[in-house]
Structure formats: C-alpha cells, structure tokens
C-alpha cells in the first residue's frame, strides 16, 4: 500500500479520545501510586511504600482472589452451556436464529436491574426462587456465604451465557455446509464432528468471547452490590469494589493507584496472550 | 446420532426452549411485580399480576426526577453512539487498509484500554472533568463510556471493511471517486451491519453501565438507574413496584434495539468474518 503513513490520519481521532480518558487517568493513578499526600494538595514521593502495603494486604489478595474464583466458575459454566446451546439452536432447532431476539435480551437488561430482579427472586417469601426453595425444603438464605455465591453465579450465568450463545451460532452460521456433508460420508461420529470441524471453526469467536468475557468479570461490581453489598462480612467483596472503596471512601488514593497497577500488571499478559492466538487466526 | 448433523429436517430442541423459558422468566416476572401493588409483591410470589395496578408506572410518570432521568440515559447513549461511531469508521478503516508501522501494537493498544475496570479510572475522570466544568453533563458520560464503546467497535468494524475486497477501493479510484467518497456512498451502505453490530455493543456498555455514569453525574445529568438505586439499596427501604416499573422501562430501548437488529443477529455478529 502506498501512503502509509496517511494511515495516522485516520487513527487521529480515536487515539486522541482513548489518551484523554484511558491513558491519561491511567498515568495520573500510576502517578498517585508513588506518592503520599499530605492535607490532601501536597504531593511527595513514597517510592514503593504503596506497593509494599498491597501486595501484604489480605483484603487485596482476598479480594482479586475472590474475583478470579468467581470468573473461573461463573465463566466455564457460560463458555460450555453457550456452545451447547448455540449447537443445538444450529443443528436441531427449527428457527434457530428466531431465538437469538429473545437470548439477546439478558444482554442489554441494565446491570442494576439484573441484581434487584435476582436479589428480590431470592427472597424466602416473595421471591420466585426463594418461595420455590422454601416450599421444597431448602431456603435460600442471603446471609450465608454458600448461597450469596450460588445466586451471584447463577445470576452471572443467565446474564452472561446469551453472548456465547449467540456469537457461537454466528460462528456456526459461517461453517460452509460442505464440511458437513463430507463428515456425514465419511460415517464420522457427533463428537468426531464436533471436535474437528466445529470447535476449530469456531475457535475465533470464542476467543472473542473469552477475552470479553474475562475483562468484564474481573471487574464486576454493580451487580454483588446489589446482591449482598460485599457480604457477609468480606466474602462476596470483588476486586472492584475494594478498589473503589479504598479511593473514594478512604480517599487513599497512593494506595488505590498501587492496586491498580498490580491488578493491571496480571491481567495485560493474559490478554496478550489470547490476543495473539485471536490475531494469528487472521492471518493479519 | 451423527444423522442429527444434517440440517434440513429440523425439530424441536428441548434444551433450547428450557434455556429460552429460563432466559425469558425473570423479566416476565419483573413485568408481572411492576403491574401490581407493591404490598402484594413483598408479600407473595405471583405468576400473574394479581389484582392488575398500574400504580407504580403512575408514580414514576408523576416524578420529574424520574422522568429526567430516563431522558439523560437516553440522551448520553445517544451521544455515545454517535461520538463511537465518528471516530471508529475511520480508525478501523486504518487498520483494514493500510499496513503501516505500530498497527499491531496501536490495535491491541485500544484494547487494552477496554480492560481497565471503571474503579481505576474513576477518581482521576472525575477530576479531569471538573477541570474543564463538564461534570454533571450528558457529554462528560458520553466521552467516558467511549473508553469501552470505542475500542470494540473499532474491532468490529475492521472486520466488516476487512470483509470488502481490496479491488473495490481501487476501481472506485479509478472511476474517480476520492477516497471521501467512496467511504460515504459505497464503504459505508455495505457495512450497514457492521454499523448495527457495533452499535449493539456500544449500547451493550453506555445503557447498561452504572458506576462511572453516578460518579459523573449529581443533579442535571442523572440517568435513571441511579434514580432507581436510591430507591432500591439493598438495605435501606426497597420499594419493588417502582423499581420493577422502572426496571421494565429501562428494558424497554433494549428490546427496541433487539427487533430492529434481529434479521442481522446471527450473521452480523460472526464480526465479519469467521474462521
């Protein structure tokens, strides 16, 4: 391609939005990360004294490994069920792409409003759930550690599952019929035919769905809060609202910028590593 | 079983139609609590609203705040989608057409900004706009929601004009159109899903989110979610009629969106192309 450079015109705009206000706040915490403040406007170097403090602070370590507890669980139970489902909607239903308007919907449903309705389906007396539970025998209990989980996961589950679902079908959509024709010939089995054609196919996608999926989990925060608002005591207490609670209830910002640079310093590799797999796919 | 594989005589799933029904009921039965009486509804499960009440929908529609906080939630998406848009056409244009040094770097580079949690960036967001007197406006929302919105629609999109043979640009050229040009009536009409994809996830995050949106705003700018949390903090009084009405409100643009993208929902989101 000739004019390359022109290329940089184009990015303009974007790169000067995403400096403002991504890399800029970014700095500005990597920034507070190495100072103390004194009477809240004067600012002097600490070093690593921040770091130091988080890396022994239980809460942190509490708190991030509570979150990446929650994404393991809550998203092998999304990624499987999504391309179970997203199988069955290509291959047995009729209609399948019917469906997807009505899966789309947990999707766009606000994130306040996905833990009021699971945080009142929950309740012993009135709640959907919770009224079936205590009827059957077993009462969902919000105070118990046990149960705040289970409702946070399954809460996930139903938020979260339609995204898999639906760019696995998309996924599924794009395999040239062909391929099964040509298995179905060769007499190969449903499992044969699943792991060497489908899951191959749809290794892209559900890269992208795990990518985005990973970021948005680790950082939840609106909808434990509205669950359990951390509790009881820390035990549903996630990285985010650690965070938060230490920049803008305790206004300790050094400390809140050094929690923000490890959190960040775990999760780019893992990202990166993804990304690349997802990009080599393109041959890009 | 590896008869199912052909596709042309299709049944009924049953695990479709039991994720679809679990997927649907709890939205129905936020429908069902915003339609009757609030002491009915701290007080009994019902599957049908039981007497039918149209009080909390009522309330809400009496309540300036309300109201105002629904049209600031629509009007900051608005502007999102529309910022979004303006600048992730051309970015994405970039990284489909042009080889150049860094693009590898510069496009994981916006995506890493898509990783970083909202707790991270939000003190010094909100420092950054009371400096400029932009907090508490629609604007100042928009411009921070771009933070996730822009980066995936810009991956989106590259998809999409990757998707569109090279040799159109260049027979365009030779037609003579400029690039201006055939970027606006040609480029754009053919990514008409691509646009519709991205501006399924940008609304995906602006409409959905709720933390950065409460911290930048106080009175003028405040969406209706945050209207709603006052209300529904989980420890002070819960009031689940009008939270249930508005909740149910607040589904609505999403189902909006929904049916205006449904023909475009399983094709568009392969992101362009697939494998």
Not at chain 2, 23 to 38: F, G, K, R
Request: glycine content about 6%; hydrophobic content about 55%.
């Amino acid at each position: 391609m000739q004019q390359k450079n022109k290329a940089w015109l184009f990015l303009v705009p974007s790169a000067a939005l995403l400096m403002t206000i991504g890399f800029a706040p970014l700095l500005t915490m990597l920034n507070y990360s190495v100072q103390d403040s004194f009477a809240g406007d004067q600012f002097f170097w600490v070093g690593s004294h921040w770091y130091e403090k988080s890396l022994h602070s239980p809460a942190f370590w509490g708190a991030l490994g509570r979150t990446v507890l929650f994404t393991v669980l809550s998203l092998s139970i999304q990624i499987v069920l999504g391309i179970y489902i997203a199988r069955k909607l290509y291959h047995v239903q009729k209609n399948g792409e019917a469906f997807l308007c009505f899966l789309a919907l947990p999707l766009l449903t606000p994130w306040i409003v996905v833990g009021f309705v699971w945080r009142h389906a929950m309740d012993a007396k009135a709640g959907l759930i919770g009224a079936m539970g205590a009827f059957s025998g077993v009462t969902p209990d919000l105070n118990s550690v046990a149960w705040v989980w289970t409702t946070i996961i399954l809460m996930d589950v139903w938020h979260w599952t339609s995204l898999t679902v639906i760019l696995c079908f998309a996924g599924y959509v794009s395999i040239p019929k062909p391929y099964f024709q040509a298995a179905q010939i060769d007499g190969a089995s449903t499992w044969a035919i699943f792991r060497y054609i489908e899951l191959p196919k749809l290794k892209r996608v559900l890269i992208i769905a795990l990518l985005l999926r990973i970021a948005d989990s680790l950082m939840i925060y609106t909808e434990p809060l509205m669950i359990s608002r951390g509790g009881p005591h820390v035990s549903s207490t996630f990285f985010s609202q650690e965070l938060i609670k230490t920049a803008m209830l305790e206004f300790n910002l050094g400390e809140a910028g050094a929690l923000s640079v490890c959190y960040l310093m775990l999760v780019v590799p893992i990202s990166w590593i993804l990304y690349r797999h997802m990009r080599g796919q393109d041959g890009a | 079983m590896a008869r199912r594989v052909k596709t042309d005589r299709k049944r009924w799933s049953k695990s479709v139609l039991l994720y679809t029904f679990l997927t649907l009921a709890p939205l129905y039965w936020l429908a069902v609590l915003s339609l009757q009486p609030n002491a009915i509804s701290i007080s009994s499960p019902n599957i049908f609203p039981a007497p039918i009440s149209l009080e909390n929908y009522t309330f809400i529609f009496s309540k300036r705040n309300w109201i105002d906080g629904y049209a600031n939630a629509l009007i900051y998406v608005a502007i999102n989608l529309t910022l979004t848009l303006a600048v992730s056409l051309p970015a994405a244009f970039a990284f489909s057409r042009y080889k150049f040094v860094g693009r590898e770097q510069a496009f994981f580079f916006a995506f890493v900004l898509r990783l970083i949690p909202p707790a991270i960036t939000i003190v010094p967001l909100v420092q950054m706009f009371s400096a400029v007197d932009l907090i508490d406006t629609h604007l100042a929302v928009a411009l921070a929601h771009c933070l996730f919105t822009v980066p995936i629609s810009i991956w989106i999109l590259e998809g999409f004009i990757s998707s569109i043979p090279i040799e159109m640009d260049e027979i365009a050229a030779v037609d003579g159109y400029s690039q201006g040009t055939f970027f606006m009536r040609i480029l754009l009409p053919q990514i008409r899903t691509g646009i519709g994809v991205a501006a399924f996830f940008s609304f995906m995050f602006s409409w959905v989110e709720l933390t950065i949106a409460n911290a930048l705003t106080t009175v003028e700018a405040k969406p209706i979610g945050v209207v709603m949390r006052l209300v529904a903090e989980p420890n002070g009084g819960v009031h689940i009629g009008i939270s249930s009405a508005a909740s149910i409100l607040m589904l609505m643009p999403g189902m909006l969106l929904v049916w205006l993208l449904r023909r475009h929902l399983a094709r568009g989101f392969s992101m362009g192309r697939v494998g």
